[in-house]
T-cell receptor, first 112, second 115 residues
Framework: DQQVKQNSPSLSVQEGRISILNCDYT??????FLWYKKYPAEGPTFLISISSIKDKNEDGRFTVFLNKSAKHLSLHIVPSQPGDSAVYFC???????????FGTGTRLKVLA | GAGVSQSPSNKVTEKGKDVELRCDPI?????LYWYRQSLGQGLEFLIY????????KSGLPSDRFSAERTGGSVSTLTIQRTQQEDSAVYLCASSPGTAMGNTIYFGEGSWLTVV
C-alpha cells in the first residue's frame, strides 16, 4: 500500500517557467512533510519541509503548499533553472513515529 | 567529515556471496536509517536505529538482510547469499532524533550490483 504517491514520473519545463511537482498521501496521521532532490549517482539532499500547522512554506525559489483536506502537497520552483533537473521525492511522517515514507519520485527536466 | 559517509560507494559481487555495507552517520546524530532504491523505484525503508533502543527491522525484505550499529555510531548492513534482485543503491541517513521537524540527511549511497 503506497501511502505517499507521486503520480507523475516525469515533468519537463522550460527554463524560467514554474515547475509544479505534486504529491498525494493517504495517511491522515502524517503531520510533517519534506521534499528531497536527487541527482544521478548522489544521495538525496534535503530541500524544504512543512509541518501540518502550516499550509505554505517558502525558501527562495522553492515553495511547498500543503492541502490537508485533500491530503495533497506540491512543490513550486520558480523560476526553474537547468540545474534544478533532478529527481524529486516527497516524504511524510507522523509525529508519533520516526519512519519517513517516500514517494516514488518525479524526474524534472528543465530545458534551456 | 561533516556528512553521512558510506562505503563502499560501488560494489559488484557474484550471486551467492555476502556483502557488507558501512555507514558513518553525522556526529551527534542518534537516529540512523537504511533505505534502498531499486531501479525505477522509490526509497524503500529497511531498518531504523535510535540510541540504545531496539532497532525497527520491519523493512528488511528477508532474513538474508541484517544490520547492526556499534557504539551508537557506525552501522553495518549485511546481505548474505546475495541475489540479483538485491541490486540497488543502499542509502544510509541520520538525524538528530525523532522529534517533529527533524530532517534526515542522506549519504551518497552504496551501489550494489549482483551478477
Amino acid at each position: 500500500d503506497q501511502q505517499v504517491k507521486q503520480n507523475s514520473p516525469s515533468l519537463s519545463v522550460q527554463e524560467g517557467r514554474i515547475s509544479i511537482l505534486n504529491c498525494d498521501y493517504t495517511n491522515s496521521m502524517f503531520d510533517y512533510f519534506l521534499w528531497y532532490k536527487k541527482y544521478p549517482a548522489e544521495g538525496p539532499t534535503f530541500l524544504i519541509s512543512i509541518s501540518s500547522i502550516k499550509d505554505k512554506n517558502e525558501d527562495g525559489r522553492f515553495t511547498v503548499f500543503l492541502n490537508k483536506s485533500a491530503k495533497h502537497l506540491s512543490l513550486h520552483i520558480v523560476p526553474s533553472q537547468p540545474g534544478d533537473s533532478a529527481v524529486y521525492f516527497c516524504a511524510a511522517k507522523d509525529s508519533g513515529t520516526y519512519k519517513y515514507i517516500f514517494g516514488t519520485g518525479t524526474r524534472l527536466k528543465v530545458l534551456a | 567529515g561533516a556528512g553521512v559517509s558510506q562505503s563502499p560507494s560501488n560494489k559488484v559481487t557474484e550471486k551467492g556471496k555476502d556483502v557488507e555495507l558501512r555507514c558513518d552517520p553525522i556526529s551527534g546524530h542518534t537516529a540512523l536509517y537504511w533505505y534502498r532504491q531499486s531501479l525505477g523505484q522509490g526509497l524503500e525503508f529497511l531498518i531504523y536505529f535510535q540510541g540504545n533502543s531496539a532497532p525497527d527491522k520491519s523493512g528488511l525484505p528477508s532474513d538474508r538482510f541484517s544490520a547492526e550499529r556499534t557504539g551508537g555510531s557506525v552501522s553495518t548492513l549485511t546481505i548474505q547469499r546475495t541475489q540479483q534482485e538485491d541490486s540497488a543503491v543502499y542509502l544510509c541517513a541520520s538525524s538528530p532524533g525523532t522529534a517533529m521537524g527533524n530532517t534526515i540527511y542522506f549519504g551518497e549511497g552504496s551501489w550494489l550490483t549482483v551478477v
